[in-house]
């Protein structure tokens, strides 16, 4: 297991931590994360803790938004058949779900369409142009996708169709002819928040059009597909989505889609979910609908209103997601085995796999899982349709768009952004390709950056972890990038039974702190531990702590990142 190094965050202004304590009546460990979060004052502090949606934007503020919503006005007032295109991951199937649903209640001549992930892949198709034009549309709205379909978008108005673009990747040199454009990151765009989701730019384009033409509308009732797209695409929980997820779980909580709760239900979830059940249960079967079957399953069942319709629609992708994770688990072992073959792997910067039968929907999270243990840049290929394509992610820290965007001309098709990425080559440029971006990763990236940190908010006794402390913590949230839950270090523990090997390589440990407290934590993935634990004096963890409640008890989970042993380990 590779190593990891502990940073600790830089420490708050102790300036500022002085201004908080006299306006802010709390203990010490919680005025320091408030100023850690670059909260200023009370009045900071209460937003943050007491979010409004009175706090967002007004969508006019986007580029190109006033130009879409007459644009889509006079498409209605005709009659016009209009498409509602995104793409099939999480993100692109909330979109579409939200901007149908709420235009199919003032405009029936509407269809929506999801490219299918083996015959069209991402973005914007040929195919998927031809098929509106053979439904006589003139209008297609396309969610999180587009902003680099330049070629397809002439297409489409070659045979008249208008597109309007609401994407929110990092758009390239030149912005496609689209009739609008809706991305928070054109150059050219002013709108104060850079980082909604493609479901978060449909919810702007509803919204705007509603208060332009006087639609009467529940805005509530669509923030929980904004909330799950925010979660599953890993986009900043900050800012604009920081509050459209906390309002989005508050509607999924009290009142969920029918599809949502038959969701839940298939997932086990019990209690109240929070952003790690979107990410990590919800999203995921969302997600395997557009890997292993058709996205367009995930739409229907998000836009139905039938409970029992929605369960046979949740039962189909719950299945899907067991299949994934079976495809998921040869894959990886087979992936395992290929890096392990490769000659100089050791002093490889990259890591770049192809085999032509590995699935194409399960490619990306393997990905994922090969950073995990080799912690590298990672895109791995297979074959469809006579060409190479594939997923790519990267380490922290480092921007895998800039890398890709150096190999640009080994590429067919490509896009995406600092942490992740898709793309699509000619099978006889792999070699030369995997040359190349092993040169340009290998010139951009750091030492510092290949090797595993994990940072932390700040060194605090394990005495101090009381059920009234963790749900202090708990109201930092929704959390997610830029705004993760608040990670401890405490040192000096001692186990008070034996630790346990659980489930999949997970460590179970009794934990004692110095005062002699006791407290139950899971080490997820650190079954290598497990003699070092036996063995150790006492050790050092570095943590987060959880709710868990039961039988309406409350108690302080111990979630634990990494042990460490840097005392004497007996014989």
């Avoid at 919503?69 to 005709?78: M, Y």
């Avoid at 700040?458 to 109201?475: A, Q, W, Y």
Wanted: charged residues 25%; contains cysteine; proline residues 4%.
């Amino acid at each position: 297991m590779t190593k990891k190094t502990w940073v600790a965050k830089p420490a708050a202004d102790e300036e500022l931590i002085q201004k908080l304590k006299s306006q802010i009546e709390t203990s010490d460990h919680l005025i320091r994360l408030i100023a850690q979060r670059n909260i200023g004052s009370f009045h900071e502090a209460r937003s943050y803790f007491m979010p409004s949606i009175n706090d967002l934007h007004s969508p006019f503020l986007m580029q190109d938004m006033e130009k879409a919503v007459e644009i889509l006005n006079q498409a209605i007032l005709g009659d016009q058949k209009i498409i509602v295109y995104g793409d099939y991951d999480v993100d692109g199937t909330t979109a579409v779900a939200l901007v149908y649903s709420f235009f199919q209640k003032i405009h029936p001549n509407l269809l929506y369409y999801i490219p299918d992930r083996f015959t069209e892949g991402y973005g914007i198709s040929t195919k998927g142009i031809d098929w509106a034009h053979e439904h006589g549309a003139t209008l297609i709205v396309a969610l999180d996708c587009g902003i680099k379909s330049i070629e397809k978008v002439e297409y489409a108005k070659e045979i008249g169709i208008e597109f309007i673009i609401c994407d929110h990747h990092t758009p390239g040199e030149t912005i496609p002819p689209a009739a609008a454009v809706l991305n928070p990151k054109r150059e050219d765009c002013t709108y104060p928040y850079k980082e909604l989701s493609g479901c978060g730019i449909g919810y702007k384009l509803v919204h705007a059009y509603s208060e332009k033409y006087n639609i009467a509308w529940d805005p509530d009732e669509y923030l929980g597909l904004v909330a799950v797209s925010i979660a599953a695409d890993i986009v900043h929980m900050t800012g604009e989505n920081r509050i459209l997820t906390y309002f989005g779980l508050k509607k999924i909580n009290s009142n969920p889609r029918p599809g949502y709760q038959a969701l839940m239900e298939l997932a086990g979830v019990k209690n109240k979910l929070t952003v790690n059940d979107l990410v990590f249960r919800i999203g995921p079967r969302i997600n395997a609908a557009g890997r292993i079957a058709s996205g367009n399953l995930a739409v229907q069942m998000l836009i139905e209103n039938s409970y029992e319709k929605a369960v046979k629609l949740a039962e189909q992708i719950n299945q899907n997601n067991t299949d994934r994770q079976s495809v998921d688990s040869t894959i990886t072992r087979e992936a395992f085995e290929m890096i392990e073959k490769l000659e100089g792997n050791g002093s490889r910067k990259t890591t770049v796999l192809f085999n032509k039968d590995w699935h194409k929907g399960v490619i990306g999270i393997v990905a994922s899982r090969l950073i995990d243990k080799y912690y590298r840049p990672t895109i791995l290929l297979t074959e469809s349709n006579g060409m190479a394509v594939g997923s790519g992610r990267s380490v922290p820290g480092f921007n895998l768009y800039e890398a890709i965007k150096e190999c640009d001309h080994l590429l067919e098709q490509w896009g995406g952004h600092q942490a992740a990425a898709g793309l699509s080559l000619r099978i006889d440029n792999i070699q030369e390709f995997s040359d190349k971006f092993e040169e340009s990763v290998g010139r951009l990236i750091t030492e510092e950056m290949l090797t595993p940190v994990i940072e932390y908010d700040m060194e605090i006794p394990l005495d101090d972890v009381t059920p009234t402390f963790c749900r202090s913590i708990e109201r930092f949230g929704p959390f997610g990038p830029e705004s993760m839950k608040p990670v401890f270090v405490s040192r000096g523990l001692t186990s008070f039974y034996k630790p346990k090997l659980v489930g999949n390589n997970h460590l179970q440990v009794s934990l004692k702190s110095k005062s002699g407290k006791f407290y139950k934590g899971i080490a997820f993935g650190l079954g290598e531990r497990y003699e070092d634990m036996l063995k150790s004096k006492d050790f050092d963890i570095c943590y987060t702590i959880e709710p868990n409640e039961y039988k309406g008890e409350y108690h302080v989970s111990i979630n634990i990142k990494d042990i460490q042993f840097p005392r004497t380990i007996t014989n």
